[in-house]
Structures are given as structure tokens and as C-alpha cells.
């Protein structure tokens, strides 16, 4: 587990150019964590001959809007958020190169026991942006559901959260 | 108003008490910690139903304890910290909403496991008050009305029964049973034929199964399967009988210092205080939270708890012993279009070894991998313990999710009672509600484990036989905790048995316990049926015996 906790966190932020009024929480993330997990999104599942990219797929709107839903993990949250500041701590070069080194960058972010952890979680949640149902604001007509000739399940939710019609 | 049978809880347990006693015209409550669906409501939302508390109170407002033994000593989790839920289903049916529906009724030999095996060190294994004979003609009755569909397989433990088929034919199954009843047949084993609660013709407004390949874990949206909610709580409120009083968390039954419950006291959604009167009092809250609200209950006169003179409420606790494992099947062996048709069941069991000559055994069911994307894509990003990405984890999604095909199986045995799995309630830890919350001590016995292992060799070699790739599996001494049992045995003794025969308290006579609680014992299956048999026997007992049982 990386040393990092919220307290040491909150701390570095308020020193940190990239930390203006940081909470973490959705509502008060800033741009600079949004565009690092965006960004990290691609190389994480980028488009293929068969499959559709994160972008492809609205990963990054999926996760700001359901990550400001009551249902949506607190603790997943501030690791979505402070991992994406330690990865721009540590990798601060990433915009500045191509694809390939920017996959070497993950891959050696992944190399770090909390980082890796903060790559899986934001693997998981642009799965759930490729594959969950369009109705939260991922899976751009239903690209990932027919990239892999999956039957979607009928009916389809006429509201998110399983909240009653 | 004073109601004449106030129920708490709506699963399995509760239902039949609804439907009966309802259609004989007592005015019954229900009291329902969760809120009111509808078929309507009901989606294949991966998300919704399998990846939020959307149906189960959130962990940090609500939790259990777990409590497991760690190097040497018992330690206490709240289950906020290590994300392991017990909680199964709060809305209108409880968890029968979302099972899977595997049916299958215990045999007479469950009921007198004790006489028949003996005693088993560290094990308190007890005999039912009551036959299989007894219970039979409730598990037909759970057959006709919650609906049972499947056709009978004759094999060497099959129960007595009182018709010769279930009523509702077999649902449709994907061609890979044919490959499984071969590889049976060329091991000299039986290929069992699952029943399930799942309609396969029409029923009394209820639809049946049009094959959504979204089922376990999953509301059903046409009524098909055999939810308490679906089969007996809607007929019931077609009577008129039948009051349900949602978002309603019953804390505590209230007696008056005599042996009767006169009020139940719930929590709404915003902690408001409020009661119900009743004549009768039903529990049916599923068997840890059962144990909990009699706990909780303690006052002057019951300073153990209600229904606790014996010392009993909560001991003996069971789940399930067993595990799951699983094996792969590709164009190798179907071409793309027959191994991804999707919705088709499986519905097959391993049940030769449901008893063996030197032990109690169990039984292995079949049923292909949960359609849901999200978790079968995420189960790929890693390679020996590696996080995998980019192109090469895009690559095995597409690979995998477009020519493979799960193929898992469960494993179920007897969770050996003993007398390190109880639930108890501790004043250390309290929900948001202030109101001490279970706790759970989750001890196994070792037996568990080696029969789960032998059951699991079996299917393996089902799966070797049908040419399976990548066959795994793992068994558990963990507890699965969507099968919950015991905590108010009954029995023939007041000073041991918390419940008598009808599983009525022998401390307060309007009180009686029917989820799962009163199983001595849980044969090798899932507990579902039983429980509804149970509960249908018991509103038979209260229907016939209603006045004399107020005056006892």
C-alpha cells in the first residue's frame, strides 16, 4: 500500500499548483485529475480492430457523472482521485509523449503497489463505461455490447440505480 | 387497528403466512424493511443489481460483524471494512427476488442425520422434531403454487413423492446438456435433472420465463420465477386481507411483561418511531436478522432476549458448506452461434453422492456463467497476479467474450452446526439507528471442507469427461451469506429448542419463527424450497388452530 493517505494528501495538495481547492469529492475535483484519468483511460483500453476505446465508449463523462451518484464507492473515489495526483507527481512528462511511451509510463506506474491498485479501479470502471447499460452515459450505442456479440438483457432499465418507474 | 397476524420480513419465510392466511380472511401486515417493486420496475441492469447497494442497506449506515478466526483468536470485522454483505434483499420478497431457483426438496434421511451418522466431534448435529412425510405434502404445495418446473430424474436417493411430475415442464436448455449426459453416462453417473422455480408455461397472471440470460441475481421482470413477491405476496393483496407497510425496520417486539407480544416497533426511512398491534406475530426477517430483533428484544421479563429462556436464540447457525468451480468450452467444441445462444439453461446436477456409506455428502449443480459483461471483462485484466492492459487486455476480452463459454458449477454440502457459528449482538456495535447490529461468528467444521472436495472431484470429472479446458475450483470454509439458516432450532425440548414443532417460541406463545431459522440441520441444497415448504405447514397449523392459539 502506498504511504499516502487522505491527511498527508490533503496536505500536498494545498502546495500543489495542480491542487487548487481540491476535496475528494466529484463535485470538487478539478480539470487537471479528470484529464490525467482520461488520458490514462486510453492507454488502458485503447480502441482495437474489434474493440472501441475508452473515449469511444464516454469512459471519462461516465465517471464524473456516476461517481457523484450516492450509490458510487467513496473509498473508490478518493482512490480515482488521488491516484490520478500521485500518478501526475510522478509521471509529470506524460502528456509530452507519444502512445508507446505513454504505455510504458502505465506500465511502469503499474509497478507500484498503489498505483497498480488505482490502475485496476479505473480499469474496472471503464469496463463498466465499455459494458454497462448506455443509460448511465457510457457504452456509446451500445459500441461495446456488439464489439464482443453480447445479448443485452431485456428490458432495459428505463432509469439508473434500479429507482422505480 | 389491531391487526389479527403482523409479519415481519416478506421473503420465503413470510410469504406462505401472507398468502393463507390472508385468503382466510385474517387481516395480516407485513412488515417490509425495504420498499415496493413491481414486475415493472424490474431490469437487466448490470450495474443496479450486481455492482451497487441499490437492494441491500448501504454498509456504512448499516453492517454486520464479522467474526472469524484469525492466529489464534477470534477477531470482530464490522463488514464496512472488509465489503462482505449480509445482507440479501431488502424489498418486497426479500432475496427470493433474485435467486436462482435451483429446487430441490430435502430427503427423509435429512431429517435424522444424527441417527443415521452418528455424532461428529466438534459438530452439534441434531434430528428434525418432524418427517420428511410431514413436510411432503408442503413441498407439493410449493410445487402448485410458487410453480416448479423440471421433469423427475429416478436415481438412487430420489424422494418419496406424493405426484408423479412436477407441474410445469422443464425450461429449454442450451445443447451442451447433451454433451454433459454423455460424459455422466460413460462415468456411470446420474445426470440429475435441476428443478426450478421458474415457470415455463403461464400461471394466474404471471408470465413465464422468456429466457432474458439475466436471471441469477436479476428481478424478474415476467413474473416467471417463483419470488415470494411474485407468487404469494400479490395474490395475497388480491384478497383484501393484506396490509404492507414498506421502508419499515422493525427494532424491537414489545411484550407487556407477559408472554405475548402485544406491538412491533419500526423505524421509517427517517427514524421516525412507530408500532403495529397485533393478535399473532410472525418472524421472517431471514435467520441472522431473526436472531438479531429477538436479541434486541430483551426487557425486564426476557432479559436473555425473546423466545431465549433455552439460551438458544442464535446458536447453531448454518450456511452452506461446498464451493464453486468451473471449466471452459470453445469453438472447439460448439460452433459460435450454439455456444453463445444465449438465455438457454443448463439445469443439471451431480446428486449420487448425496449420501455415501461413511459420510453425508451433496450435491453439485450446473449452470453457465452469469451473462454480465462488466464482471467476466474485469476478471481478465490480470495474468498470474499481473495487471494486463491496453491492447493485450482488449485483445482477451474480445477473444474471450466472443469464443468461450463458462461453464461453472456449485458446489453444496451440510454446514456442520457447531458451537462457533452464532450470531449475538454486541452494544460496541450499533447502526445508524443506534441499534446493535449482528454479529456474526462464522466458525466451520473441517468435515465442511473434505466433503465440499470430494463433491468437487466428481464435477471435475464431469467436466475432464466433457473436454473442458481450464477447470478450477475452489472450496470454502467461508460462509456463503446468501444461505442463511438456524438460530432458533426447534425441537421437542423448551429447555434446548427455542421453537417447538410448528415453530411456534415456547416462551411467548403469539410468536413464531418462519425463514430458515428453525432448520436444525440444511441438507446439501439450498434452503429456498424448504423454506417455503416450512412456512406453508405453518400457516396450515395456525389457519386450523388460530383462536385456541391466542387463548394458550
Not at chain 1, 110 to 139: C, H, K, V
Not at chain 2, 432 to 438: L, R
Not at chain 2, 501 to 523: A, E, K, W
Request: aromatic letters at 12%.
Amino acid at each position: 500500500m502506498h504511504p499516502m493517505n487522505r491527511r498527508t494528501f490533503m496536505a500536498l495538495s494545498a502546495s500543489s499548483p495542480f491542487f487548487l481547492s481540491i476535496d475528494a469529492y466529484a463535485k470538487d475535483v478539478p480539470a487537471s485529475v479528470w484529464r490525467t484519468i482520461e488520458s490514462v483511460q486510453e492507454v488502458l483500453l485503447p480502441a482495437t480492430e474489434q474493440m472501441p476505446s475508452a473515449k469511444n465508449v464516454n469512459a471519462l463523462s461516465f465517471l464524473i457523472v456516476n461517481s457523484t451518484s450516492s450509490y458510487f464507492d467513496q473509498n473508490d473515489l478518493e482512490l480515482l482521485i488521488e491516484g490520478a495526483s500521485v500518478f501526475n507527481q510522478k509521471f509529470s512528462h506524460f502528456f509530452q509523449e507519444n502512445a508507446e511511451a505513454q504505455y510504458r509510463i502505465v506500465e511502469l506506474a503499474s509497478e507500484d503497489a498503489y498505483l497498480e491498485q488505482w490502475l485496476s479501479r479505473l480499469i474496472y470502471y471503464t469496463l463498466e463505461a465499455m459494458f454497462g447499460d448506455p443509460i448511465y452515459g457510457g457504452n456509446t450505442e451500445e459500441m461495446g455490447w456488439k464489439s464482443v456479440l453480447h445479448v443485452n438483457g431485456d428490458p432495459r432499465p428505463k432509469s439508473t440505480y434500479g429507482s422505480k418507474v | 387497528m389491531t391487526y389479527d397476524v403482523c409479519i415481519v420480513g416478506s421473503g420465503a419465510g413470510a410469504g406462505p403466512l401472507a398468502y393463507e392466511l390472508s385468503r382466510a380472511g385474517k387481516k395480516v401486515v407485513i412488515l417490509e424493511k425495504g420498499d415496493i417493486y413491481s414486475e415493472k420496475d424490474f431490469s437487466k441492469d448490470e450495474i443496479a443489481y450486481t455492482k451497487r447497494d441499490v437492494f441491500t442497506p448501504k454498509l456504512k449506515d448499516e453492517y454486520h460483524v464479522i467474526e472469524s478466526f484469525e492466529e489464534g483468536k477470534w477477531v470482530k470485522t464490522p463488514s464496512y471494512e472488509n465489503n462482505w454483505s449480509f445482507w440479501n434483499g431488502s424489498l418486497l420478497g426479500g432475496s427470493s427476488n433474485f435467486m436462482s431457483g435451483f429446487f430441490h426438496r430435502l430427503k427423509p434421511n435429512d431429517f435424522k442425520l444424527k441417527s443415521l451418522y452418528g455424532d461428529y466431534e466438534g459438530a452439534t448435529i441434531e434430528d428434525w422434531p418432524i418427517t420428511y412425510e410431514e413436510l411432503e405434502p408442503f413441498y407439493e404445495r410449493t410445487e402448485r403454487i410458487v410453480g416448479v418446473s423440471g421433469e423427475i430424474t429416478e436415481y438412487a436417493h430420489q424422494e418419496p413423492r406424493s405426484t408423479a411430475q412436477y407441474p410445469y415442464p422443464p425450461l429449454a436448455e442450451h445443447p451442451i446438456v447433451e454433451n454433459f449426459d454423455t460424459a455422466c453416462k460413460a462415468l456411470h453417473f446420474t445426470p440429475f435433472k435441476t428443478p426450478r422455480a421458474i415457470l415455463s408455461e403461464p400461471k394466474e397472471g404471471r408470465n413465464p420465463c422468456y429466457y432474458s440470460n439475466y436471471c441469477g441475481s436479476y428481478a424478474c421482470s415476467s413474473g416467471a420465477k417463483g419470488s415470494s413477491r411474485a407468487a404469494l405476496i400479490q395474490p395475497a393483496l388480491a384478497t383484501g386481507n393484506l396490509h404492507i407497510i414498506a421502508n419499515a425496520f422493525v427494532v424491537k417486539l414489545e411484550t407487556d411483561n407477559t408472554r405475548t407480544i402485544k406491538r412491533a416497533q419500526y423505524l421509517t426511512q427517517e427514524g421516525t418511531k412507530k408500532y403495529v398491534n397485533a393478535k399473532l406475530f410472525i418472524l421472517a426477517a431471514q435467520a441472522v436478522e431473526s436472531s438479531r430483533l429477538l436479541l434486541n428484544s430483551k426487557n425486564k421479563a426476557f432479559p436473555k432476549g425473546l423466545a431465549n429462556s433455552s439460551g438458544a436464540v442464535g446458536k447453531n447457525m448454518v450456511f452452506s458448506g461446498g464451493g464453486i468451480g468451473s471449466g471452459e468450452f470453445d469453438l472447439s467444441h460448439f460452433n459460435q452461434e450454439t455456444l453463445l445462444q444465449a438465455g438457454l439453461f443448463v439445469n443439471r446436477a451431480l446428486k449420487d453422492w448425496y449420501f455415501t456409506k461413511e459420510f453425508k455428502g451433496g450435491v453439485v449443480d450446473f449452470l453457465f456463467e452469469h451473462a454480465n459483461p462488466i464482471r467476466r471483462a474485469n476478471s481478465l485484466k490480470r495474468e498470474d497476479g499481473t495487471l494486463i492492459f491496453g491492447k493485450k487486455l482488449q485483445d482477451k476480452i474480445f477473444q474471450t467474450l466472443t469464443t468461450k463459454r463458462v461453464l461453472n458449477f456449485e458446489v453444496f454440502n451440510d454446514w456442520m452446526p457447531n458451537d462457533n457459528c452464532f450470531v449475538s449482538v454486541d452494544e460496541a456495535y450499533k447502526d445508524k439507528y443506534g441499534i446493535p447490529v449482528a454479529n456474526i461468528r462464522i466458525g466451520a467444521h473441517p468435515q465442511d471442507v473434505i466433503v465440499g472436495e470430494f463433491l468437487a472431484q466428481k464435477a471435475v470429472q464431469v467436466l475432464e469427461t466433457m473436454g473442458a479446458k481450464n477447470i478450477t475450483y475452489a472450496i470454502s470454509p467461508l460462509p456463503p451469506q446468501n444461505l442463511q439458516a438456524g438460530g432458533c432450532r426447534f425441537g421437542n425440548d423448551p429447555k434446548k429448542h427455542v421453537l417447538n414443532r410448528y415453530c411456534q417460541s415456547y416462551d411467548i406463545h403469539n410468536l413464531f419463527v418462519t425463514d430458515g431459522s428453525f432448520m436444525p440441520t440444511g441438507g446439501s441444497v439450498p434452503y429456498t424450497w424448504t423454506i417455503y415448504a416450512n412456512a406453508f405447514r405453518v400457516a396450515d397449523y395456525i389457519q386450523k388452530n388460530f383462536d385456541t392459539l391466542l387463548k394458550t
